[in-house]
């Protein structure tokens, strides 16, 4: 299995998310913004950081990159496609998947562990879990706040992935804080599974977002 | 010829602005008493084109297609010729 992990300037989790994609077997590569044709691949990360400075809004410059098109080619193809933190918000700032992800409600960075409940099973990446399971991931973040003015349709098409099941710490309207396109191929997730990928960091809870990517 | 073009990107009504709830607990700490406190982005930018219909056409699809997200903002253009 051949992940893309999709590098800009600016991009900082690109090596966790090749280290966590190995623990769960795959095979990484790196590709920078410019590529377009990432075809050779079977599924593609877009890590966190901080593209472009997050000048404008967080990912919007991202989201007018050449590789952009590779990445809706993959989608295409029936490929998955995994967005974490910044890799979110640019899924969210191409509408590849619905809503948008802006700044947390008390104006603040915020980085830390929280309690987390799997929405939804049937993305590549959440097929591991069980349906409400509840799992620890960190998050790290000034634009995670939620929003999306079809919230009743979010529903109805099983398109929440992940929602905080404790606190909700940046405001994120009912919670939500991982949403996946119609097909459930594009996930869009602010916690980063990277960083609870091993015991050694505080959980391995987000391991199975990687394993699920191999197993798919 | 030359017209110079400014975007102002404001929050949709009803949507939560950080910043703006900020600023306002800040002056409130200098005792000054305001309300409905809000903050707009203004982009501005000079551009070659034929008229001002014209440029506030490619301006729009600017808009549509980087400065602004539809999801959660509103915008206004302002084009006036270069002096």
């Not at chain 1, 950081?49 to 990159?65: K, P, Q």
């Not at chain 2, 404001?10 to 406190?37: C, F, W």
């Amino acid at each position: 299995m051949k992940v893309a992990i999709i590098r800009f300037p600016g991009s900082n989790c690109d090596r966790d998310v090749y280290h966590a994609l190995e623990l769960a077997g795959a095979n990484p590569d790196y590709v920078w913004w410019n590529q377009r044709d990432i075809s050779s691949f079977d599924a593609v990360v877009i890590p966190g950081g901080f593209s472009y400075g997050d000048y404008l809004r967080a990912g919007a410059i991202a989201a007018i990159t050449p590789v952009i098109e590779g990445i809706k080619e993959t989608v295409k193809e029936k490929k998955p496609v995994l967005g974490i933190c910044n890799g979110a918000q640019i899924l969210a700032e191409i509408g590849m998947v619905p809503g948008v992800f802006t700044n947390n409600s008390n104006a603040k960075f915020i980085c830390k562990w929280t309690d987390l409940r799997v929405k939804t099973t049937r993305t590549p990446f959440t097929s591991m879990y069980n349906k409400n399971e509840l799992i620890k991931m960190p998050i790290a973040h000034a634009e995670g706040r939620y929003y999306n003015d079809e919230m009743e349709k979010l529903q109805d098409q099983d398109q929440i992935v992940l929602a905080f099941a404790g606190e909700n710490p940046n405001g994120s309207l009912e919670a939500v804080t991982g949403v996946c396109d119609e097909d459930g191929l594009v996930c869009a997730v602010m916690p980063h599974p990277e960083r609870a990928s091993e015991n050694i960091l505080g959980s391995d809870d987000g391991l199975k977002f990687f394993k699920g990517i191999v197993n798919y | 010829m030359k017209f110079n073009a400014e975007v102002k990107i404001s929050l949709k009504k009803g949507m939560l602005n950080p910043e703006a709830a900020t600023i306002e607990r800040a002056l409130a700490l200098l005792k000054y008493d305001v309300e409905n406190t809000d903050t707009i982005k203004i982009i501005k930018f000079s551009l070659e084109g034929e008229n001002t219909d014209i440029i506030r056409r490619e301006v729009d699809e600017m808009c549509q297609r980087l400065l602004c997200n539809p999801v959660i903002h509103n915008y206004e253009i302002g084009i006036s010729p270069e002096d």
